[in-house]
T-cell receptor, first 113, second 114 residues
Framework: GQNIDQPTEMTATEGAIVQINCTYQTSGFNGLFWYQQHAGEAPTFLSY????GLEEKGRFSSFLSRSKGYSYLLLKELQMKDSASYLC??????????????FGTGTQLKVEL | EAGVTQSPTHLIKTRGQQVTLRCSPI?????VYWYQQALGLGLQFLLWYDEGEERNRGNFPPRFSGRQFPNYSSELNVNALELEDSALYLCASSLAYREAPEAFFGQGTRLTVV
């Protein structure tokens, strides 16, 4: 089975750093995605981790520990436009997986002044 | 370059009716995925099409079906609509599975069943 857990809501201050955690228990694993979704809009791709460690992309970084079934998304120098839902998703192994992603319910981040 | 496009953007249907949603992938993408995002729930995988064939489907009843055309566009059909089918239906496309991991989403079709 597949189970992905994320906090439902988080609040942070403009200019600060926030870490959004994601834990997963899945029957197979071939990578973890983070997507950002603003209200009423399509999810947009942020990051993909398949090996353990930290991937940095500008203000956003994503970390993966496969042995712990754990990932986090780190957002630095928060801006008001970062207020959105952040979706963690796990990709199953081939051959039947493709991008049949299993998503968490998302973490609604609110950035305040 | 155009992104993933979906039509219509909004739709209202009555219980028991049938609906067809359409998706055009990014040029060059051969895989199309359909997801359902109901209020308060995460995205739920519906269907995956690649090179015109259904490769995988999620835990949805058979009244959810679809197809992919030779130009890689896709349709999602839902028969005998139920109230709980009200949701945002998202289509995503990607390159062939082994070429790139990330999928790009369209804006979605908001379906309301009354």
């Amino acid at each position: 089975g597949q189970n992905i857990d994320q906090p439902t809501e988080m609040t942070a201050t403009e200019g600060a750093i926030v870490q959004i955690n994601c834990t997963y228990q899945t029957s197979g694993f071939n990578g973890l995605f983070w997507y950002q979704q603003h209200a009423g809009e399509a999810p947009t791709f942020l990051s993909y981790n398949v090996l353990d460690g930290l991937e940095e992309k500008g203000r956003f970084s994503s970390f993966l520990s496969r042995s712990k079934g754990y990932s986090y998304l780190l957002l630095k120098e928060l801006q008001m436009k970062d207020s959105a839902s952040y979706l963690c998703a796990v990709r199953p192994p081939p051959p039947g997986g493709g991008n049949k992603l299993t998503f968490g319910t998302g973490t609604q981040l609110k950035v305040e002044l | 370059e155009a992104g993933v496009t979906q039509s219509p953007t909004h739709l209202i249907k009555t219980r028991g009716q049938q609906v067809t949603l359409r998706c055009s992938p990014i040029s060059g993408h051969t895989s199309v995925y359909w997801y359902q995002q109901a209020l308060g729930l995460g995205l739920q995988f519906l269907l995956w099409y690649d090179e015109g064939e259904e490769r995988n489907r999620g835990n949805f009843p058979p009244r959810f079906s679809g197809r992919q055309f030779p130009n890689y566009s896709s349709e999602l059909n839902v028969n005998a609509l139920e109230l709980e089918d009200s949701a945002l239906y998202l289509c995503a496309s990607s390159l062939a599975y082994r070429e790139a991991p990330e999928a790009f989403f369209g804006q979605g079709t908001r379906l309301t069943v009354v």
